[in-house]
């Protein structure tokens, strides 16, 4: 088998970490690691394997010979890098939010719309995290009868702001239990024992970024304009996987007998939806794993045709690592490179 030379950047983050993880997990055909982070990083060593690598500053030098980039460095070392390392011919596969809205970049989650690969020009892009989880849900349910509007609250963990805000949740936690003050750092409020309805920037009409990428994204993953989504977008003191509470409203009837048989039969989900052995998704159920659990699957009484579902997944795994790593994989399957 042919084998490939891969870079990440940002390969010291919570993200990029967890991409190297995978890559190993799944015997990804690579024969050389490309190791980038800012200068703060440059110089140290990274075992990958059986080998150890030296992280390097990720400079546009740096991607000549390079097959795949994965990006995991946040928008704007992207929106700096990203061109440039496609200008070099290598093919990127993009984390954060520089170009996920480009009409030439597709935007993919392999369950979903593997399709939109073929009209690639050297860069993807991974959708966020929130919106991933849901789509995966939604998408077979939406192929059984349209759903035309989501009603979505998030219960988003800390680790999608990446190692700093991690450390945050660890030590306020700490010294709370310690009747210690705390100062915030990486959020604007004392993310322990609390509940931040702010996640990303304040856009507009009063949503924030998150909020609204839920709703753009998914309409571009579903190629379609008559699918709205309504989000409402939190962060709670949680380390790994975000939940969701989704009310979808679908054109024809959907039972939540049939919804749960359609999600049994779909790829990369799975339903845990048995009250009386307190069987639910749950952040710790999800946590380390590769699926998009799905439960509470049940009718909406107040209105026709509404069905609530609550969708758990690992943020850093499915919601962002997992997926590149998929994306690239399909490209190599399809001969998309
Ligand atoms: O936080 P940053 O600055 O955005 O950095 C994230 C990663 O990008 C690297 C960085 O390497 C880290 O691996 N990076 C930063 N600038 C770069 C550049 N110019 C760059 N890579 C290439 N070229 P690092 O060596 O700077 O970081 C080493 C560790 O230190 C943490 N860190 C970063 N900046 C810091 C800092 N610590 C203290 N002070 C700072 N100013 C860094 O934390 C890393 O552990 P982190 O990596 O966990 O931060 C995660 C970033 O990724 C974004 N993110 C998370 N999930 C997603 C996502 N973006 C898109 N999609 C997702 N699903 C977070 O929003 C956050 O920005
Ligand atoms: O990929 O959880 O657009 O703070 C930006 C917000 C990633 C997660 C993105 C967070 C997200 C991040």
């Known amino acids: 088998m042919k084998g490939y030379t891969v870079a990440v950047v940002g390969a010291t983050g919570a993200v990029g970490q967890e991409i190297l993880a995978i890559l190993r997990e799944r015997d990804f055909p690579l024969t050389n690691l490309v190791p980038l982070a800012s200068k703060r990083s440059a110089g140290k060593k990274l075992t990958f394997g ?29 929106k700096n890098l990203a061109p440039e ?30 399709h939109h690969l ?21 998408k077979p349910l939406h192929d059984y009868t349209p759903i035309k509007r989501v009603v979505v609250s998030t219960y988003q963990a800390v680790s999608g702001t990446g190692l700093e805000a991690i450390r945050e949740l ?9 009747d210690k003050e705390v100062t915030p750092a990486v959020y604007p409020y004392q993310i322990a024992f609390n509940a931040l309805p702010h996640i990303d ?12 990428k839920m709703d753009q994204e998914t309409k571009k993953i579903f190629a379609s304009d008559e699918i709205a989504v309504n989000a409402t977008a939190v962060r709670i003191p949680v380390f790994r996987s975000h939940s969701e509470a989704v009310l979808i409203e679908t054109e024809g009837k959907l039972t939540p007998e049939k919804a749960r048989e359609i999600l049994s039969q779909a790829p990369g989900i799975q339903v845990v939806d048995e009250l009386d052995k307190l069987q639910y998704p749950l952040p710790t159920m999800a946590a380390g794993q590769d699926k998009v659990y799905v439960g509470r699957i049940r009718e909406d009484f107040t209105r026709e045709n509404g069905l609530n579902l609550w969708i758990v997944a690992d943020n850093l ?21």
């Open 50 to 78: 059986d080998r150890e690598y030296t992280i390097r500053e990720s400079l546009p030098s740096e991607f000549a010979g390079v097959d795949i980039a994965f990006f995991s460095a946040g928008t704007t070392v992207s």
């Open 85 to 114: 390392a496609v200008k070099r011919g290598c093919t990127v596969i993009d984390n954060s939010n520089a170009f996920r809205m480009d009409p030439g970049t597709p935007l993919v989650v392999p369950e979903v719309n593997p």
């Open 170 to 178: 660890r030590e306020q936690t700490a010294d709370i239990l310690a």
């Open 201 to 212: 920037v304040f856009a507009k009409m009063g949503y924030t970024l998150e909020e609204l």
């Open 317 to 337: 795994r499915k919601g962002a690592a997992l997926n590149a790593v998929q994306i690239a994989e399909r490209l190599l399957a399809d001969n998309l490179l």
């Open 118 to 138: 073929r009209e690639h020009r050297g860069l993807i892009a991974n959708p966020n995290c929130s919106t991933i989880q849901m789509v995966v849900a939604l």
